[in-house]
């Protein structure tokens, strides 16, 4: 076994010798050079110490040196490789880890290697790294390799890539020729092609149109020269946030003498002179291509990571809010300066550290509360709470009058109070909603749910739709009248999901008015009208009001009393499109719910479009989540709830833990939407107010599928795990 080790080492010396002879450069003895050390080795020879040695060599061949911050190949690069790769013939080949739009990273501890799985040298980007790194990620590729084998042969391996010094356009007639992609994928592109003309533009940033990486990628495929993925970048503390934000630059690499920096750009110095002109050492300066917008994230995340240690992730939106009343301005690199458990930190910093925290960890709300002695601060991430940060509970009381002060409320302890203030971090905008809950002994608990514009409003593109649930959705909300349903408890997306509705519909001719409580969003081109219990306007009596504006679509924030559910049901048998939320457990439930609120129920069987049950669970980190085998007990989970898998799906996907999602191995959430439309046959049995049972059942033939069958869907596409959705067996199907 050592032999056959030694052996293809000294081949692979022998290779890289050849070419560092050709470049005029001193190669070590052969034998001296010891497994792992490589270019150390090299680099000696040439009289480069061992801290800059794998700079040097990745400098001689024109890519770059990394330190990969985990040495695995992502979920991403598995798939591209996928599709680009065929079986391996050689020893050592370069190994995949990551992508640039549809370029594929990889990495070798040796710049003169050539096997690539027959992958042709344009789609995939060379990164050096040390001995270490490539065993480690030879050893994860060799196991997902080994979960599902690649095929024999590859369409590419042959294909003559685009011209070389050609302009962006020609890279993109290339893939559009010759690329395995989607149908949709491929129009997608096709229309960028033809909005773009003939013009070959040579600059990344020109094509805005494009997919982000797409531009940087292209760039590559024609110019061979390095580009990266920022959201791989290792977090750096080297130089300061504000610099790397203002040109926009993030660096991937350093060494001794020289740096690796990403940018937009390569032909802008504006960093370099900023950062000399500062009497900085002069560290040569190396640009790599990257995506822009990319950058700008990388940028944030560093600096919330840098505050905690730990991992966070602030992403950068650009908001615009019209009400500029309370904003409470936080400056991130102030708060990485803070140790909220130091004695001489301020009640004030405290809050807003913790407030920083919070978002830093997308977190959807704040609660500060007493717990014991001692005065909690817990953020829900991912619907779970996490404790932020607790202290003496002698500060409680300083904390609360502080968030009541931020959100114009009075100081008074036995009134239950709601308010508001805006949050401004770097460039992010974030809308709080406070409320004051009176609790025990002259104690207030306070909640803040935190509403990000760019969370809130999403395109139905952005719901995660099945081809079946989108062309349910764009029929119903295509009628001129009826009545939708969604229904689901506090915190499973249902106004998400509302909001996108009524987003895909808005136009010039169609009226919309909504009556909310809050209004969480304020959406251009819709009328929106807030409850105000103060003077007597509550969602029955909001809806009267629209009533008499003539709209077409109406939407009722929550249909919680029989008034307002009957005024619902009868708005959508005269010619309007009403869709509101209801609390129940699934979509049939919901039906049953409302005619137990005192809706007669032949009304409700005419109006009933379609009823939403929805619920959120986390989604796999993409980053860290592993393939493993279907085990038969698995498969037959999946057959007896009628989602059979597949015999080619030998694998699914299982939680991990990485920097990236907190060791959570999970990160951010799905919907899971059990959809049910009203047919005739299901209008007949909400008539007669038929069993839930036989209901359920007409609901299976017609084709409806359970949150716990949706979530079986999920788990197959790899987006979720089955323990994850197991607390919604209920709704699966036989027992
Ligand atoms: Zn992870």
Same mark, same amino acid.
């Given at each position: 076994?050592?032999?056959?080790? #030694? ?43 061992? &801290? ?23 979920? !991403? ?22 992508? $640039? ?36 990620? %030879? ?24 011209? !070389? ?50 531009? $940087? ?28 934000? %203002? ?39 190396? &640009? ?6 990319? /950058?700008?994230?990388? /940028? ?29 301005? /936080? ?5 990485? #300066? ?18 920083? #925290? ?45 968030? &009541? ?39 207030? %608990? ?6 990000? %514009? !760019? ?6 593109? +952005? ?8 062309? /349910? ?22 106004? @998400? ?76 048998? @005269?010619?309007?499109?009403?869709? @509101? ?17 005192? $809706? ?80 005739? +046959? ?37 987006? *979720? *795990? ?14």
């Amino acid at each position: 076994m050592a032999d056959i080790e #030694q052996l293809i080492a000294s081949e692979q010396h022998d290779r890289l010798f050849v070419e560092l002879e050709k470049m005029g450069k001193s190669c070590p003895d052969a034998d001296s050079v010891r497994v792992g050390s490589l270019a150390e080795a090299v680099g000696a020879a040439n009289g480069v110490d061992s &801290k800059r040695a794998l700079q040097w060599l990745a400098e001689q061949f024109g890519i770059m040196p990394m330190d990969l911050a985990r040495p695995v190949c992502s979920t !991403k690069a598995e798939q591209m490789f996928r599709k680009l790769a065929r079986q391996n013939v050689a020893p050592d080949p370069w190994m995949p880890f990551g992508t $640039v739009g549809l370029v594929l990273l990889c990495a070798h501890f040796d710049p003169s290697a050539e096997e690539a799985w027959g992958i042709p040298d344009f789609l995939y980007s060379k990164i050096l790294v040390s001995s270490a790194q490539y065993e480690a990620l %030879k050893s994860d590729v060799a196991q997902r390799i080994s979960m599902n084998p690649l095929p024999e042969s590859t369409l590419l391996e042959f294909v003559e890539g685009p011209a !070389k010094g050609g302009g962006l356009l020609t890279a993109l007639k290339w893939i559009l020729e010759h690329y395995p992609m989607s149908k949709s994928e491929n129009d997608k592109l096709s229309a960028c092609e033809s909005a773009f003309g003939n013009i070959d533009m040579r600059r990344a940033s020109d094509y805005k149109l494009l997919p982000r990486d797409f531009g $940087v990628a292209f760039n590559f495929m024609t110019s061979g020269r390095p580009i990266f993925a920022p959201e791989l970048a290792p977090m750096q503390d080297f130089f300061p946030d504000n610099l790397l934000e %203002k040109h926009t630059v993030f660096p991937v690499y350093r060494s001794e003498s020289a740096v690796y920096l990403m940018a937009a750009d390569r032909q802008n110095y504006s960093f370099e002179d900023e950062w000399y002109s500062t009497g900085s050492d002069s560290l040569k300066i190396i &640009k790599v291509l990257a995506d822009p917008e990319g /950058i700008r994230e990388v /940028i944030s995340r560093n600096r919330g990571r840098s505050t905690s240690g730990g991992s966070t992730i602030v992403d950068v939106g650009d908001l615009a809010y019209a009400d500029d009343a309370n904003l409470v301005d /936080i400056d991130p690199s102030e708060m990485q #300066q803070i140790n909220p458990s130091n004695i001489n930190t301020s009640p004030e910093q405290i809050i807003q550290w913790v407030l920083y #925290q919070a978002i830093s960890r997308r977190a959807s709300d704040l609660h500060v509360e007493k717990y014991f002695n001692t005065a909690r601060l817990r953020a829900r991430i991912d619907g779970e709470l996490h404790v932020i940060h607790s202290g003496p509970d002698e500060i409680l009381p300083r904390l609360v009058s502080l968030l &009541k002060n931020y959100s114009n409320m009075g100081q008074r302890r036995q009134t239950a109070e709601d308010g508001r203030f805006s949050m401004r971090i770097g460039q992010r905008r974030i809308d709080c909603r406070v409320s004051a809950i009176p609790c025990s002994k002259a104690l207030q %608990k306070i909640t803040i749910r935190f509403l990000d %514009k !760019k969370d809130g409003i999403k395109e139905l593109s +952005e719901l995660n739709l099945s081809p079946r649930q989108s062309s /349910i959705i764009k029929n119903t909300l295509g009628r001129d009248q009826g009545l939708v349903l969604v229904t689901g408890p506090t915190g499973s997306g249902k106004t @998400t999901s509302l909001y996108a509705f009524i987003n895909s519909i808005i136009s010039e001719t169609i009226n919309i008015h909504t009556v909310e409580d809050p209004i969480e969003y304020e959406i251009e081109g819709i009328n929106q009208t807030q409850t105000d219990p103060i003077n007597g306007i509550d969602f029955g009596e909001g809806l009267r009001r629209i009533l008499r504006a003539d709209p077409d679509v109406i939407l009722i924030g929550e249909s919680r009393d029989e008034e307002t559910a009957s005024a619902a049901v009868n708005a959508a048998l @005269t010619g309007h499109l009403v869709l @509101t939320t209801l609390h129940a457990n699934d979509s049939l439930r919901a039906v049953s719910r409302l005619i137990s609120m005192g $809706v007669a129920p032949y009304l409700l069987a005419d109006s009933l479009a379609l009823s939403q049950a929805q619920r959120l669970v986390r989604r796999l980190c993409v980053q860290c989540k592993r393939p493993v085998a279907v085990t038969d007990a698995i498969r037959e989970t999946f057959n007896k709830n009628k989602v059979p898998l597949s015999p080619e799906t030998a694998f699914l996907y299982h939680p991990a833990g990485c920097p990236e999602c907190n060791d959570a191995g999970y990160s951010g959430r799905i919907a899971l939407m059990e959809m049910c439309v009203v047919d005739t +046959e299901l209008s007949e049995m909400i008539a007669c107010n038929a069993p839930q049972s036989q209901m359920r059942e007409v609901a299976q033939r017609a084709g409806v599928l359970s949150l716990y069958q949706e979530g079986l869907l999920q788990v197959i596409a790899g987006q *979720t *795990t089955l323990a994850e959705i197991a607390c919604l067996s209920y709704t699966a199907v036989g027992d």
